[in-house]
Structure formats: C-alpha cells, structure tokens
C-alpha cells in the first residue's frame, strides 16, 4: 500500500539547519506532487512548501520563503525539505503528502483545512529551542 515516511527531524538551536526526508513506497512516486505540512502544539495544521512531480516547478508560504527549499530526487522516490535559519517558531510536527494534481496541492498548502491530499506521513517532529 501507499506510504510516506518522515525522517531527520530533532532538536536544533535557533539559527541552526535541518533536512527533512519523505521516503515514499507503494505508489508511483514520479505521477505525484508533494507537500510539507507541519502543526505546532495547540495550533491549526499549515502548508509550508510543495513542489511539481515532473519540471520541479515550486511553491512556498511566506513564512518559511527565503530559509526552506524543497526538493525531489524522483530515481530515489524521495522529497526533502532544507531549513535553514530556523526559528523558535518553526516547532512543530512536520508532515509530507502527496497528490496528483499540482494545483490541488498548491490549494492545500494555502488552506490545509478546505483541501486534502491523497497520501499522508505520520510527521516527524522538529524542536527549535536553545
């Protein structure tokens, strides 16, 4: 079945730099896009970043434009989310989805709670704190 994994979060000082990883099985990983969510404790789940199955193409909330970059390597069915800078803030579980329609994923980064997408992690949690 499909899956989606989550790997490399922890606890990082402000400032400091964590790469995340979304290792997907079960489904073909190249015919989808794919998000990063994250929900902070007490707070509402929200889009940080996605990018397009085939030319790359990407899109970022602004709260994390300039320090996260998201990536794929499509021969390794694998994402990665590069966070740099990061903040007190940025606490939070982080979770990857994937759909099949760009769009639709850009719709859900924007507005977690009015869109879904077809797979989902189980999170990996990152703790800024000094």
């Known amino acids: 079945q499909a899956q989606l994994v989550e790997s490399g979060g922890g606890l990082v000082q402000p400032g400091g730099s964590l790469r995340l990883s979304c290792a997907a099985s079960?489904?073909?990983?190249?015919?989808?896009?794919i998000g990063w969510f994250r929900q902070a404790p007490g707070k509402e789940r929200e889009g940080v970043a996605c990018?397009?199955?085939?030319?790359?193409?990407?899109y970022y909330e602004d709260s994390v434009k300039g320090r996260f970059t998201i990536s794929r390597d499509n021969a390794n069915d694998t994402a990665f989310l590069q966070m740099n800078s990061l903040k007190p803030e940025d606490t939070a579980v982080y979770y990857c989805?994937?759909?099949?329609?760009?769009?639709?994923?850009?719709?859900?980064?924007?507005?977690?709670?009015?869109?879904?997408?077809?797979?989902w992690g189980k999170g990996t949690l990152v703790a800024v704190s000094s």
């Open positions: 079960g489904f073909l990983f190249d015919n989808y896009s």
């Open positions: 990018i397009k199955n085939v030319d790359g193409s990407t």
């Open positions: 989805a994937a759909a099949g329609n760009f769009r639709e994923t850009i719709a859900a980064i924007k507005d977690p709670h009015g869109h879904t997408l077809e797979y």
